[in-house]
DNA sequence: CCTACCGATCGGTAGG
DNA sequence: CCTACCGATCGGTAGG
């Protein structure tokens, strides 16, 4: 792997789990195994090295994000697949989840402009599949499309930005007599939470 | 107000909104009206201080939780009192909810520990009377008690710390028709959901 | 990609 | 509660 792209792994784990003020360019240089001023000979300034860490991610996910939005065409099994993929996708690095969460709260009106340019319209298109499924029944009648789908991604991302703390310190492990881990559980429920809260029948709802 | 109450006060806002690493106690001072030593006699250290404030944050929750839980005898409608409640409180002042965010990423040992002794209990309190209810025929018998909990508790801190720019970037406004802001349409979507995702019968389910 | 260096700011102390 | 001051570290630059 090249020089920047280390340097660019390296942030956005720091980023995630320090914070951008809470991380320094010479730890970040010194994990690359270079200098500071060698860093800041690839990235112009630690701002711009931020908005490159940011770009990535946003880019990693807005590739993914279209094509699974054309295999929801109809039908609820579809949904499942999506939220699932919302699901994985944050898992498989809990610190994309972490990065979005702190550059939600340091940079609000940054990150208003990437979401409403990058994620609003998704959100725009599912909601309108929402109504429609809705108003033909399929759908609890009590749904407020927009505000539902946001809530399932701040769910999908805060629950697992938070995880290894939440499931430590307030799910009692080894409980369940079924050798569930609480990682499971969690993830399970959160799936579940979004069904029961969506279709109107919840006897169709199958279990993972 | 006396200049101790100041000092936390304004660090409360300005770590919840900038983040500890993020504030300096230079600028704390000067909001209060201070010199930066003059604030190191009433706290002897930048971490005393981050401390006290998350003991007052802890110290207001742990005061009504218990009178609440109180009055969560049986019956569903307790449900949604205790449900309104943990909204309103972080409704009330959203720094509150930005400042927990904050320290359970920046702190998450720090946190776990609070968290297993001033939330823990509460959550397992809560779960038991699920459980109950769930063996009842009440509640939907797919519900994970403790896992329920938690995913409730973070949409409400993080659905409200993050609120004024989620619905800014991603609800369209005033396009519902029955001249409801933004805000009052996030709640009332996220106690839906709560209750959805909990009661047997959802056409019991009144609106609020 | 390096060495050498900069002004600004950080949390904190001495002493009154 | 203040003035005066400290060493450490910050992001960043000059020059090669």
Redesign the pocket.
């Known amino acids: 792997m090249?020089?920047?792209s280390q340097?660019l792994s390296s942030a956005t784990r720091m980023f995630a789990r320090r914070g951008f003020?809470g991380?320094?360019?010479?730890?970040i240089?010194d994990e690359?195994?270079?200098?500071?001023?060698?860093?800041?000979?690839?990235f112009?300034?630690?701002?711009?090295?931020r908005e490159r860490v940011l770009d990535n991610l946003i880019q990693h996910w807005s590739e993914v994000l279209p094509r699974l939005l054309g295999e929801v065409t109809s039908g609820r099994g579809q949904f499942d697949v999506l939220t699932r993929e919302l699901v994985s996708f944050f898992e498989e690095d809990p610190d994309r989840a972490r990065l979005v969460l702190r550059e939600l709260m340091d940079r609000p009106e940054d990150m208003e402009a990437r979401l409403r340019n990058g994620v609003r319209p998704w959100v725009a298109l599912l909601s309108d599949y929402i109504r429609r499924g809705r108003d033909a029944g399929d759908l609890l009648r009590e749904v407020d499309p927009e505000a539902y789908v946001v809530h399932v991604i701040t769910l999908a991302v805060c629950g697992i930005a938070a995880r290894p703390l939440l499931t430590d310190a307030l799910l009692e492990h080894g409980d369940a007599g079924d050798g569930v881990d609480v990682e499971t559980r969690h993830t399970r429920e959160l799936l579940r939470i979004a069904r029961a809260s969506l279709f109107t029948d919840p006897l169709r709802i199958e279990p993972r």
Do not use: F, M, N, W
């Not at 112009?44 to 090295?49: F, H, R, T, V, Y």
């Open positions: 090249d020089v920047r340097i003020d991380t320094s360019l010479q730890t240089a690359v195994g270079i200098r500071k001023p060698s860093l800041l000979y690839h112009p300034s630690k701002e711009a090295l």
